[in-house]
């Protein structure tokens, strides 16, 4: 069903111009005037109008547009104008896309994109992202689209400083209208009626312009048309009649509407569901006039549409009307009328190919006349690919016409136009599907390619973070025994019960494993013995840094979310260096959840991150991967602790052989500090340890869950 619809739609500023309607949301301008004033410009004058000049012609002179916006690069680059950097590549991608090269614009959307967002352009920001998903779109990569157009409508909702929404009525609602044609295609008909209705609805009372009204009960109809509810299809395409004649625009789609109206009168399943009198093409309010068949109806609407179209010089739909009245009178036997407009619409047909174009007048192209050129012109490439696909329909059409009365001579020509037709139409189908091909493989090496950069830049901000606390090493470890020392002390002295629990959870969250400890100064001995002076000094202050962090979190009940997050970053950061990088590591935070002001107990969640390390993936054929999750679950802060490790089982079962009296002694002070403190907390303290498993039931890994109360 999608060769059969033309558009999605792309999202640009409009501009009236003398036909008032074409291009409502494209940005176009005048070329003659901003060539004429163009000599005469200088700085970020002459900058605009540089884009102003490349976005016009983006979709008509390809290497023009070329010219100016390359122009208008050099020129940004020398005034610093990041947003005129923009918007030239932006012109770049429209010049590609129209071209169907579909991997070139997106990349050069991609970039427009990252300015855009850069420097706070919200509103740009969201209309390079619809460019993208209309890309991903023609690219047929739907799903894709629209999950990029999901964001653009993130963006529009977003609010400004003043508290004024991003996007206008228009900007946001109009995205429901470009989700509208992916339903259609993938057979949601019935979701794109939904989109079109609140279209219609936000649309008259935000006095939308009149051919935009139009084109969208147009749209509605189409819905109803192929979710079977014809009556209300019929209903909308003819309300599009009532519309006042205000320009040319509203003319053309009248007679655009009556032509499809006439194929749906045609429609063999839909004339034994409708009574003929709903068909009347005379005043309905004159009861004198005689009921007309369907048929006469559809004829009538033909030969009103195709009369009006060819006179005016719209090629397209004049030849459609002519090829349908011309197979409406083979149906009727009425030999001469069909070939006649066979004839009419084969040399419409020959003249779109010799000009590579719908239009008989250039100025025909601002008119919306179609529907789609509200929001997308029609490039020459979709107009060779359409006007082939008449050309291989028509000549069929025309050949089995001589063939069924037996003029043999003439319908072996047709066939051999129609087979070369089809030939032409093959090879510009293969050039599209291999340049969709092309894009939705760049696609996913880019998306791999953007994933790599940002875990190296992570990398880059650990290294200079380990560079800055290198000199705190000593001190944060002389640190450590001193307050060690102290609390040891303390100890001895407490006496009432809850000084007891107290000291209790202290203890408790500054256990630390004592081998971890020995094999980590061992570590860095050996290191220097071995005179890796880089190594040692990398290792130690990973070192440093964590005990620095417990030395400061330990005399508090509660620390914020951040401060425990970086202790546990720097404690996996420093087991990774331990194990050779034999795992990695990622801390993922709701972006709900705001990591400083939120407090936690101190010294939860080391002991859960400790074990995933010596029993999950330090025993792990491969690569290890540990996965610290902080999400919102009510009233609960929900941690996760995955890895990818060899499982409970299989660690129980090293353990017996390597250890037969180990205990698990960290763990099970966690659960009874937990024990502990659920004692005075209206809202649980819950740990849940679950073993994952493949379809199979092969062990993959632990998934350790622990939900944590919220405190004031």
């Not at 040319?248 to 749906?264: D, F, P, V």
């Amino acid at each position: 069903m999608w060769k059969r619809l033309i558009c999605f739609m792309i999202l640009s500023t409009s501009l009236a111009n003398a036909y008032a309607q074409a291009f409502q949301d494209i940005e176009w301008y005048d070329v003659d005037s901003l060539l004429s004033v163009l000599p005469h410009q200088h700085g970020v004058e002459r900058l605009k109008s540089l884009n102003n000049l490349a976005a016009s012609l983006s979709f008509q002179d390809a290497k023009q547009c070329s010219r100016y916006a390359l122009e208008a690069l050099e020129l940004a680059k020398v005034l610093n104008h990041p947003e005129g950097t923009a918007a030239a590549f932006r012109n770049l991608g429209r010049k590609d896309f129209y071209a169907g090269y579909y991997p070139g614009a997106l990349d050069y959307y991609q970039k427009a994109l990252r300015i855009y967002d850069k420097t706070g352009k919200d509103r740009l920001t969201a209309r390079t992202i619809v460019d993208i998903s209309t890309t991903h779109f023609f690219a047929g990569n739907i799903e894709k689209a629209l999950e990029i157009m999901d964001e653009a409508l993130r963006i529009y909702r977003k609010k400004n400083k003043d508290g004024s929404p991003v996007g206008s009525a228009r900007d946001t609602i109009t995205i429901y209208s470009r989700i509208g044609l992916p339903y259609r295609l993938t057979g949601r008909s019935d979701q794109a009626r939904l989109l079109y209705l609140k279209y219609l609805e936000v649309g008259k009372k935000n006095n939308f312009e009149i051919t935009d009204m139009m084109v969208h009960h147009g749209l509605l109809a189409m819905c109803y048309y192929e979710t079977g509810n014809i009556d209300s299809c019929i209903y909308y395409f003819r309300l599009s009649q009532q519309f006042p004649d205000a320009n040319m625009s509203i003319y053309a789609l009248k007679h655009e509407n009556l032509r499809r109206m006439a194929g749906i009168y045609l429609d063999p399943v839909i004339k034994q569901r409708l009574h003929p009198s709903f068909m009347d093409y005379k005043n309905p309010n004159k009861g004198s006039e005689p009921d007309y068949s369907m048929t006469d109806t559809a004829i009538h609407y033909l030969k009103t549409s195709f009369n009006w179209f060819s006179q005016q010089g719209f090629l397209k739909q004049s030849q459609l009307a002519s090829r349908q009245l011309g197979d409406l009178y083979s149906n009727l036997d009425s030999l001469k009328q069909a070939e006649h407009y066979y004839c009419k619409s084969e040399e419409l047909l020959n003249e779109m190919i010799s000009k590579g174009s719908y239009y008989r007048y250039d100025s025909l192209k601002y008119v919306v006349s179609w529907g789609s050129e509200l929001y997308l012109p029609f490039t020459r490439k979709m107009i060779r690919e359409s006007v082939y696909r008449q050309a291989n329909m028509l000549y069929n059409q025309i050949y089995r016409f001589y063939q069924h009365q037996n003029r043999l001579e003439d319908a072996m020509k047709y066939l051999i136009f129609a087979s070369n037709a089809k030939d032409t139409l093959q090879l510009l189908e293969k050039n599209r599907e291999a340049i969709e091909i092309q894009t939705k493989y760049e696609t996913e090496q880019k998306e791999q390619e953007i994933f790599q950069l940002s875990q190296e830049n992570q990398l880059k901000e650990l290294r200079i973070r380990q560079g800055i606390i290198i000199l705190l090493a000593l001190v944060g470890l002389l640190m450590l025994i001193i307050l060690v020392s102290i609390l040891l002390l303390r100890q001895r002295n407490l006496r009432t019960e809850q000084e007891q629990l107290r000291l209790m959870q202290r203890i408790l969250r500054l256990q630390m494993n004592p081998h971890f400890i020995f094999n980590s100064l061992s570590s860095i001995q050996h290191q220097v013995v071995q005179g890796d002076s880089e190594n040692a000094s990398i290792y130690l202050a990973q070192f440093s840094i964590l005990i620095r962090n417990v030395l400061h979190n330990s005399i508090y009940e509660y620390i914020e979310l951040e401060e425990e997050l970086k202790t546990l970053e720097s404690y996996l950061s420093l087991q990774q260096l331990r194990f050779n990088k034999k795992f990695d590591f990622k801390i993922e935070t709701d972006k709900k959840i705001l990591r400083k002001g939120t407090e936690i107990p101190v010294m939860m969640l080391q002991p859960f991150v400790e074990n995933a390390i010596e029993h999950g993936v330090k025993n792990k054929t491969g690569k290890g991967l540990i996965i610290l999750r902080v999400k919102m679950d009510k009233e609960h802060l929900l941690f996760e602790i995955e890895d990818n490790g060899i499982g409970r089982e299989k660690a129980a079962e090293l353990l017996r052989l390597q250890n037969p009296d180990h205990q698990s002694m960290a763990t099970g002070a966690i659960k009874e500090r937990i024990s502990i403190m659920n004692r005075n907390n209206k809202n649980k303290y819950i740990l849940l340890v679950t073993d994952l498993k493949d379809k199979g039931g092969k062990t993959q890994g632990t998934l350790v869950r622990l939900w944590l109360p919220l405190t004031d």
